[in-house]
């Protein structure tokens, strides 16, 4: 398979990259529709070398949950400083209004949907750039020899020792083919993910992975072959009648659970009102109700400047009060927490104030 380069990333339990991803969730409710970066710093310092759940700049997550901070990330790139919660407010404004001037190309004080689409395409180049260090250092740290090649053997050793086995007895196992004595639940993992191992690898397969092969892994959105096979393992777990597609209810149903409480009840309803616009807005492109896996890759692709254009007329109409189908300062201003995570108040007079 072709690893990528960068423009200028189910809900069952077998699912090989929910990984505990779920365990986040609050007992009280079903899984929300989305997942925070904020929540999940911790368990991905814990285990670098696994793939990651989350990708940023992919609109859905590795089990099939919408990405809470997708907007966020493709407005914001790497450049999150000053947007914090307890940010001051008065620096938050200046920098999110020298952010619209960089998307207003012609400085004529409007963004249009071809700025926010060239914009969005520059985040998701940056992500990608992020994403491919990272895979550089997690390559350099299971390929203990510098040859640069990974075994299937070789990776299996760092996952083990990173779920607190000891890495030398390990090895000692894995070389005189001795029983491991894992876990069933570990021992699941692992099969999932030598089967993304396989799919990795590029023919004929060795299931030795080179740098490139070994990016693909960890980051899926990087190699069109990775990315088919993320959008199968996505319609695996939502795909109830088994016919490879997936329809409007299936996309919406909620995950096993029981409705509590209040709370319980307004995350289910968050979760069908979101995932039914994106469904009927982005995802079924030509609107006959069903989502192939053709649709669905399109759709999660980031390179896609399609899509990426028709995201860009989403988020300018989710702020577009005056409904000239452009974003004005004021506009950005008051709809900050969509562009940001941040609210930011008194946006009506502090345009004047940045401008």
Not at 25 to 40: F, L, T, V
Not at 230 to 245: A, F, H, N, Y
Not at 291 to 302: K, N
């Amino acid at each position: 398979m072709t690893s990528r380069q960068a423009p200028l990333c189910g809900l069952a339990p077998r699912c090989l990259w929910l990984l505990g991803a779920v365990l986040l969730m609050d007992a009280s409710a079903r899984p929300a529709n989305h997942s925070s970066a904020r929540e999940r710093v911790g368990s991905r310092e814990e285990n670098e070398i696994l793939p990651p759940d989350h990708l940023n700049g992919v609109k859905l997550e590795m089990d099939g949950h919408l990405n809470r901070d997708f907007h966020q990330e493709v407005f914001l790139g790497k450049d999150t400083d000053g947007f914090e919660q307890d940010a001051e407010p008065r620096r938050s404004r200046r920098k999110l209004m020298a952010i619209f001037s960089k998307v207003d190309l012609n400085t004529d004080r409007r963004i249009s949907a071809k700025e926010m689409q060239r914009w969005i395409m520059e985040k998701t180049a940056e992500h990608f750039q992020e994403a491919i260090a990272e895979s550089k250092a997690h390559f350099r740290a299971v390929d203990p020899d510098g040859d640069g090649h990974v075994s299937w053997d070789e990776y299996k050793v760092k996952f083990l020792a990173s779920k607190g086995h000891d890495e030398r007895e390990v090895a000692d196992k894995i070389k005189n083919k001795w029983d491991l004595n894992i876990d069933e639940e570990t021992q699941e993992v692992l099969e999932n993910l030598k089967d993304r191992w396989y799919q990795a690898d590029n023919p004929p397969p060795d299931l030795l992975l080179t740098e490139s092969e070994f990016l693909s892994f960890l980051h899926p959105e990087h190699s069109r072959g990775m990315l088919q096979f993320m959008v199968k393992e996505i319609i695996r777990d939502l795909d109830q009648d088994g016919d490879k597609k997936l329809s409007l209810s299936e996309f919406i149903s909620l995950p096993v659970g029981t409705v509590e409480n209040q709370q319980g009840q307004d995350v289910d309803d968050g979760w069908v009102r979101d995932r039914k616009r994106e469904f009927e807005e982005l995802i079924d492109a030509n609107r006959d109700g069903i989502v192939t896996a053709a649709e669905l890759e399109d759709y999660m692709d980031p390179m896609n400047e399609f899509s990426a254009l028709n995201e860009a007329k989403q988020m300018i109409a989710v702020a577009d009060e005056n409904q000239n189908h452009c974003l004005e300062p004021e506009e950005v201003l008051k709809y900050s927490e969509f562009f940001t995570g941040s609210k930011l108040v008194d946006y009506a007079r502090s345009v004047h104030e940045e401008f």
